[in-house]
């Protein structure tokens, strides 16, 4: 299994993610305002469903991969890095989306609501990048089956993207709120983010991990 450390450290990643501007999250806001706090929540269950799709292709191509080329780690390791400093990037460059942009939504039936959750995730670049480039980076073969390290990483990161989601869900209308009426701290919570995704790709980069 994976060590208590690199747990933690792949946890503090996957709450970067979670945090960084996004489809899910412009999405579940957007919905939580237009249509309230229920149609939020029952959006939020399909998004955790399309983690459940990402986590189960990534544990089972992870698991194939990494038997059939040893090396395999270094490769997606760069890809990592270049992909945390891209959304780096994408958070601070000027005219940069925030994290409560909102968009206008029509009330949908919880069953769409579902539907329309599941379909953000399952076709979200930034989490099937997240898995394809950075989730691998934590897993060693020395650790045990690659197989039950990929499905304990990817329970961790679906339980944290949950709560965090959910929180946000809850309070969706006050924050949106808040930032509107306070655009300087939407600049701050941009920079802080994009300072705190490069800081991880060089962090990452600097990594050796056993085989």
Do not use: D
């Amino acid at each position: 299994m994976v060590p208590l450390n690199e747990l933690l450290l792949f946890g503090g990643a996957a709450l970067l993610m979670v945090l960084t501007p996004g489809p899910n999250m412009v999405y579940l806001v957007s919905r939580s305002i237009c249509q309230g706090t229920r149609a939020g929540v029952m959006s939020l269950y399909g998004v955790i469903a399309g983690f459940l799709l990402h986590m189960l292709a990534a544990a089972v191509g992870v698991t194939a991969l990494f038997a059939a080329v040893p090396f395999a780690y270094e490769a997606l390791k760069l890809a990592g890095v270049g992909y945390l400093l891209y959304l780096a990037w994408q958070t601070i460059k000027p005219n940069g989306r925030s994290l409560f942009e909102v968009r206008e939504l029509a009330a949908e039936s919880p069953a769409k609501l579902f539907l329309m959750g599941f379909m953000t995730n399952a076709l979200n670049p930034k989490i099937a990048m997240f898995y394809v480039a950075v989730f691998p980076q934590f897993i060693s073969a020395g650790n045990g089956s690659i197989l039950g390290q990929s499905i304990q990483l990817g329970s961790l990161q679906i339980l944290i993207s949950f709560f965090v989601n959910l929180c946000v869900v809850l309070s969706a209308a006050k924050l949106a709120a808040f930032f509107s009426g306070n655009p300087g701290w939407i600049a701050v919570q941009r920079y802080a983010m994009g300072s705190v995704l490069a800081g991880l790709a060089i962090g990452l980069a600097a990594e050796r991990r056993p085989g």
